[in-house]
């Protein structure tokens, strides 16, 4: 759990900004909810594992409560107890979650997710459509490098099956092929060896995963192996996500069929995503998938639904280590310091600051009325990029003395339309 100063949350809410924005322009609607849910809400719905890391506690009137650990089981609670709400019902939130995880680069304890979901269609179109947010989203923050992974639980499912291997040994298999991209092909076949998966099981299990995620051979493998109904509803989806991204012009070097990608959550049921960058190492920049029973789990009617979560602080570290912090953002909020030059100018300086803002300029009054060199060391510190001063002289003349802090250039400007100059002289707006 961090803290974050000023100059980081100028970044911060640039981000959060280009991220709302993107997904207004789908047409999710805003949503918030409260930090604090009923811990029978929160259990039993992330697995055994994810479990553990939920903040849980009993409230002062006895209540067994949690903070939240995402912001799909809150919005899965929202759709559960507002059957009213139109569907499909799309909605976006920008909030902290808490996990009680052991820290490291990229995994902090609070950290804050950027979900957009849609509850009410089993369309596959729908899960096309949460990948467009996030291509849209990293088109804005000019992230060019990355990989959207797709699979499908229901082709894990089929192929458990087809390899003969079901309930806990099949959670087991999945939980190993997660970790291929950590510890490799040897490093999964010891880890099933240990299972008690027997070796000819895990060559078959590699021979699909050789198909890399190509559509048709996938279809195939299934088919040679009696029809398989599962299999088949996923590839089908599959297809649809495909066609759908080409067609919204969503790059086909930005998104893979990853047959062995797994993703830890339980809740999902069709369609999962991962996104992941090359540069620099840290884990997935967003997850996602398609939950077609949470909802159901929640108020026993099942609700289809398919979403994904944006992680915001990985993507912050990716945009500083990469250097995509936007020209043009400053250190500062304050475009324009307005001095004060003795107590018999106080209120020019007060006026003066009041029109500053009046016209939309963010003004600031150099509070402790200090002496001027002090006053612009003060801006200069804070990276303030222009001070305006009011001194008997200027007073008398009707003018205001402007300095560029950059330059350290004074001009003078007449009091009436200084204002009207400041908003003129502004730099473009990120
Ligand atoms: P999940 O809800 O685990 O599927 O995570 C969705 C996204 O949230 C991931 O792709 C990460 O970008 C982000 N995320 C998950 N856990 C953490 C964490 N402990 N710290 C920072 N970001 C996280």
């Not at 060019?144 to 089929?158: E, G, Q, S, V």
């Not at 047959?259 to 960058?277: A, N």
Request: hydrophobic residues 40%; charged residues 25%; negative net charge.
């Amino acid at each position: 759990m961090r803290d974050f100063l000023p100059e980081r949350m100028i970044l911060r809410n640039w981000v959060a900004h280009q991220l709302r924005t993107a997904f207004e322009s789908f047409g999710f609607e805003p949503l918030d909810t409260p930090a604090v849910e009923y811990a029978d809400t929160l259990k039993g719905k992330y697995g055994e594992e994810a479990d553990k890391l939920i903040y849980a506690f009993q409230d002062r009137g006895g209540r067994e409560v949690g903070l939240r650990y995402d912001l799909t089981v809150p919005f899965a609670r929202v759709v559960a107890s507002n059957p009213e709400l139109p569907r499909p019902f799309k909605r976006y939130q920008l909030a902290p979650v808490w996990r009680a995880e052991r820290p490291q680069k990229g995994r902090y304890r609070e950290f804050w997710q950027c979900d957009v979901d849609i509850a009410g269609t089993t369309s596959p179109l729908a899960d096309a459509e949460c990948l467009m947010v996030v291509a849209a989203a990293f088109e804005r923050l000019a992230f060019k490098r990355y990989t959207i992974k797709i699979n499908d639980r229901r082709l894990l499912t089929a192929l458990a099956a087809s390899l003969g291997v079901d309930g806990e040994a099949a959670l087991g298999l999945f939980r190993s092929l997660d970790k291929l991209d950590k510890i490799g092909e040897a490093g999964v076949r010891d880890e099933l060896a240990t299972r008690g998966i027997a070796a000819p099981i895990a060559d078959e299990l590699f021979h699909f995963m050789a198909l890399g995620g190509d559509l048709g051979r996938m279809e195939s493998y299934f088919a040679t192996r009696g029809t398989n109904a599962t299999a088949a509803a996923g590839i089908a989806a599959l297809r649809t996500i495909d066609e759908a991204l080409q067609a919204s012009g969503v790059g086909r070097d930005s998104y893979a069929f990853d047959p062995s990608m797994v993703r830890g959550l339980d809740y999902y049921t069709g369609p999962i995503f991962e996104t992941s960058v090359e540069e620099p190492r840290i884990g997935s920049l967003s997850g996602g998938g398609r939950y077609d029973t949470l909802i159901g789990m929640l108020s026993g009617r099942d609700v289809p639904a398919t979403g994904v979560a944006l992680g915001f602080e990985r993507i912050l570290d990716v945009i500083e280590e990469l250097g995509l912090q936007p020209g043009g953002l400053t250190r500062t909020v304050t475009e324009v310091l307005v001095t004060i030059f003795s107590q018999e100018t106080l209120g020019e300086s007060l006026a003066l600051a009041r029109d500053f803002r009046a016209s939309g300029l963010r003004a600031e009054l150099a509070l402790t009325g200090d002496r001027l060199p002090n006053q612009l060391r003060y801006a200069s510190r804070r990276g303030i990029p222009l001070v305006a001063i009011v001194g008997p002289d200027e007073l008398v003349a009707g003018e205001v003395v402007l300095r560029d802090m950059a330059s350290g250039e004074q001009t003078r400007l007449p009091r009436a339309s200084a204002a009207d100059e400041l908003v003129r002289r502004r730099p473009g707006q990120t």
